[in-house]
Structure formats: structure tokens, C-alpha cells
């Protein structure tokens, strides 16, 4: 199989299955298959995360991300063979943002907001850069951590006058992402935030993935984050679903599959 690799960024899949209950009776391989697939994706330096899902919306959800969608594909279709159902699924990439801190803002910010100079701000700033490089690197390759809880929705920047995102100029945009950053960092430790983006690739232009122990921090931030203007007036958001990340063979054995 040819690989199809992104020039940058991964692949991200989320897919959500319903059980099929009669064929899962009647396989007594139906959980091996699901670990099989998973154990060789992450063999073939993919990572997937096995959770299941809170509610009806499906039973069981992957999420399934690495450098090759060719491989994300075969991962796909090979869980086709378990006893599960297809509910619903999101394709994205993994990106940097254009809105990112640059060196010059951070010394900027550095000189007006600390009023630091000379040595001090160089001092700081350098923290900073390695701090920068670790977190692009995380953006673009990232490793998912095992949380208790997840949470995945679609959303776009809204484009119906007057609140048209993309006739704002880059300035406004980017002094508006600022303010959603400064309150995405009060977050930090509480929450891990994959942001990838699927314009022209899926319904929606980002999936939102959120990844906590505690899920009030996942209402919480999304609650902050309504009143903040980049999603108070400018974001549109798809349906939202929650589960529960477990050990593969436990998620699978929470829905029926053994
Ligand atoms: O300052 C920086 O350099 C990075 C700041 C940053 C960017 C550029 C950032 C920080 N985000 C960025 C981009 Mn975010 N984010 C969301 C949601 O529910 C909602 O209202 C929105 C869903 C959450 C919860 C969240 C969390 N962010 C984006 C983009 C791309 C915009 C574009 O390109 O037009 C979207 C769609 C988006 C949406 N964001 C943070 C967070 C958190 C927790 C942070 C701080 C954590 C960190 O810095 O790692």
C-alpha cells in the first residue's frame, strides 16, 4: 500500500460505531479484531485512542491520528471487519496556526508588559523559544496523553455579514486569537486542546478534541470561551460528543465486544 503523506502535519481520524449485537453474539473474535487493528496501527507508529461514548450517539469512538492516511484508511475499513456499525466520522490534519506568538510579539510583550530590557529580556525570551518549539512540535506531532474523559466537536468561523471572520483583516484576527489564547493558557495543566484543521476536507473547518481527568474542566472551558468574541461572535459549532477514554480491550468490553 502506497503511503500518502501530508507535506505537514498528521492525519486525524475520529470515527464513532454503533455495536452490531447479533454478529457480535455470534464472533467470538469480535474484541481480537478491534485489538489487532489498533496493536498494528500502533506498530506502524500511528497512536489511537479507544473511548466509549457517553450516550447514544454511538457506542464506541477511535481516534486515530499519524503521519501516513493511506494507513489511517486501511485502519479504517480493517475495523470494519469487528462487529461495529458506522455512526459518524471527522478527516483533519494536524496544523500550525498562523496566529501563533511570534519572537517578535514575545518581545514585545516582554519590554511593555514585565518591563524587562537587555539581558533579563533576552534571558526570558530564550525560555520562551524553547518552550515555542516544544509546543509547534506538540501542534504538529502531537502525543496524545492518557486523560479519563474526551470531548470532540466540529466548529468554523462564521462568514455571514456582519460578523464575516475572513473580511477581518490579519491584524483584528490575530488581536482577537490573542485574547483566546490568554484564556485558553488559564487552562493549562487542566486541559489538553487538539485543534486540527479540516477546511475543505470535512464538513466543518476544525475538530476540536479535548482531553481532561475532571469533565467539568471540559464544560468550563467551552462555557469561558462562549464569552470570549472570537466564539461569541464568530464561531459556529457542530454536535459535541463526550466518552470515556479506557484501555483499548476495557472500552471494548464496556460495549460488549469480548
Ligand atoms: O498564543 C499562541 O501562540 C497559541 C494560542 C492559540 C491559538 C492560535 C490557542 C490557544 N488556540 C489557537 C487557535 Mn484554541 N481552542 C479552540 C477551542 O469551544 C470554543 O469556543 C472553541 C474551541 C478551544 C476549547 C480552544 C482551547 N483555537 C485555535 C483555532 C484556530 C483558529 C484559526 O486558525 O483561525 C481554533 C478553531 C481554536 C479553538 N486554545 C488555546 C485553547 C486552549 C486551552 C489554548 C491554550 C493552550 C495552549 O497554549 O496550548
Redesign the pocket.
Known sequence: MEPVIPSLGWGVLHLFFDVDRARAECDPNAATLVLDAVESLEADGHQALVFAVLGHKADIGVMALGPDIARLQAFQQELLTAPLIPKDSYFSLT?L?????TEADERDRLATEENLAGEELEAKLAVWKDR?VH?QE??IHPNLPKKKVIGF?P?S?RRVAPDN?YELSFEE?KQL??G??????T??GR?V?L?T?STGLDDW??G?T?LADDPVVLKE??ME??F?V??ARY?D?GPFITGLVLEPVVALERVGLT
Open positions: 496544523e496556526s498562523e496566529y501563533t506568538t515555542m509546543y506538540q501542534r466537536y466548529m468561523k471572520w484576527r486569537m490573542a483566546h489564547g490568554k484564556i485558553g493558557r487552562y493549562a486541559i486542546q485543534i484543521g473547518e476544525w476540536v479535548l472551558i467551552v470561551m462562549r470570549d472570537v466564539s464561531a459549532f
